[in-house]
C-alpha cells in the first residue's frame, strides 16, 4: 500500500531557529515529490522534487529528495512567526492521476 | 484570475440530507480533484478527474458522487450526509493530465453534519 510519512507530527520553535521536517515515502513507481504550505485555509506550493540529490532553495527554505532511502527533508533557516503553518509533503505516482498526501507536520514558531 | 473557488464555505446539514459542493476554476486547467481534510489524516483524495468527461475514484469515495460538467466545474454531492462526513473539502486543479505537475487548492468547504 503506497503512504507517505511525516515527521515530526508537531514541532514548536523560536525565532531565528533552523528546523528540518522529514518526509518518508513507500510509493509504487514514484514520479515527484512535492511540499505544501498550509495556514488555515488551502495548502499553497512550495516545491516539487523530481531527481535525487538536486536541492531546490526558495529564501529561507530549501529541500532536496532521496530517492535511493526514499525521503525528503524540507529545512527552514532563520524562522519567522510567519512560517507557522501545516507542512504537507505529497508524492505521485507514475501511473495514475492521485497523489498521496502525509498527515502534515505542525511547525509553530514564537518571538 | 480568481483561482480555484469553493461554494459554500460553510455548511450544517443534518444526517440524511444531500447537498451539492461547487468548484469551479479558471486556469483552463485540464485535472480537478476533491479531497477531504480530517485532523490527523491528511488530504485524502475522494474522486478526480483527469480531462473534460472522465472521473475517476479515489481514496475514499464511498458516499459520494461527482460531476465533471465542463472543464471549468466539477461539483461533488452527497446523497445522504452521515455525521462522519463531516470534514473539510478542497477542491484543486492541475494544469495538465500528469501527477507530476503542482495542485492549485480552493478555499475549502467546512461541512458539519449532525
Known amino acids: 500500500e503506497d503512504k507517505v510519512v511525516q515527521s515530526p507530527l508537531s514541532l514548536v520553535v523560536h525565532e531565528g531557529d533552523t528546523v528540518t521536517l522529514n518526509c518518508s515515502y513507500e510509493?509504487?513507481?514514484?514520479?515527484?515529490l512535492l511540499w505544501y504550505k498550509q495556514e488555515k485555509k488551502a495548502p499553497t506550493f512550495l516545491f516539487m522534487l523530481t531527481s535525487s540529490g538536486i536541492e531546490k532553495k526558495s529564501g529561507r527554505l530549501s529541500s532536496i529528495l532521496d530517492k535511493k532511502e526514499l525521503f525528503s527533508i524540507l529545512n527552514i533557516t532563520a524562522t519567522q512567526t510567519g512560517d507557522s503553518a501545516v507542512y504537507l509533503c505529497?508524492?505521485?505516482?507514475?501511473?495514475?492521476?492521485?497523489?498521496?498526501f502525509g498527515t502534515g507536520t505542525s511547525l509553530t514558531v514564537i518571538p | 484570475n480568481a483561482g480555484v473557488t469553493q461554494t459554500p464555505k460553510f455548511q450544517v446539514l443534518k444526517t440524511g440530507q444531500s447537498m451539492t459542493l461547487q468548484c469551479a476554476q479558471d486556469m483552463n486547467h485540464n485535472s480537478m480533484y476533491w479531497y477531504r481534510q480530517d485532523p490527523g489524516m491528511g488530504l485524502r483524495l475522494i474522486y478526480y478527474?483527469?480531462?473534460?468527461?472522465?472521473?475517476d475514484k479515489g481514496e475514499v469515495p464511498n458516499g459520494y458522487n461527482v460531476s465533471r460538467l465542463n472543464k471549468r466545474e466539477f461539483s461533488l454531492r452527497l446523497e445522504s450526509a452521515a455525521p462522519s462526513q463531516t470534514s473539510v473539502y478542497f477542491c484543486?486543479?492541475?494544469?495538465?493530465?500528469?501527477?507530476?505537475?503542482?495542485?492549485?487548492f480552493g478555499p475549502g468547504t467546512r461541512l458539519t453534519v449532525t
Open positions: 478527474s483527469a480531462s473534460e468527461g472522465t472521473t
Open positions: 484543486a486543479s492541475s494544469a495538465l493530465a500528469e501527477p507530476a505537475v503542482e495542485q492549485y
Open positions: 510509493v509504487t513507481n514514484f514520479r515527484s
Open positions: 505529497a508524492v505521485a505516482p507514475n501511473t495514475g492521476n492521485q497523489f498521496y
